[in-house]
């Protein structure tokens, strides 16, 4: 079970990190518009860009934390840091999709809901 969830923390890890480079470097892409539907004349806006910058740096410290916690931490530490920080990408999913886009649920709830079970069934 521990395998398994430690391969779905990567993937939720991964995920944030590449969500965090799309959103700080990549606006201006095709695939950055369509993960993220938007319009490319709202990401030509320097705001835009900017504000999008930093939701990005925000999702590369998610995954930086879940990858360190899991791999650099005392054992005793491990489960509620997971809990805490995956947690925290259930949460904005949730908002997510509430507010900006309906999909976010499926492409960033659904790993990380799952992952958040995974690790509570493994680590606790």
Not at 14 to 34: D, V
Not at 46 to 68: D, H
Not at 93 to 120: M, R
Request: proline share 2%.
């Amino acid at each position: 079970m521990k395998l398994f969830a430690d391969i779905l923390i990567i993937v939720v890890a991964l995920e944030s990190l590449f969500i965090m480079l799309l959103e700080m470097f990549g606006t201006q892409t095709k695939l950055a518009r369509n993960v993220f539907n938007l319009k490319q004349r709202y990401l030509l806006q320097k705001e835009a860009r900017i504000s999008m910058a930093n939701q990005g740096l925000y999702n590369g410290f998610l995954g930086v934390s879940i990858l360190l916690i899991r791999y650099y931490s005392p054992t005793n530490i491990i489960f509620p840091g997971l809990m805490l920080f995956i947690g925290f990408i259930v949460i904005a999913a949730i908002f997510g999709s509430l507010t900006a886009n309906k999909k976010i649920i499926f492409s960033q709830g659904l790993p990380s809901i799952l992952t958040l079970i995974v690790v509570f069934l493994a680590y606790r």
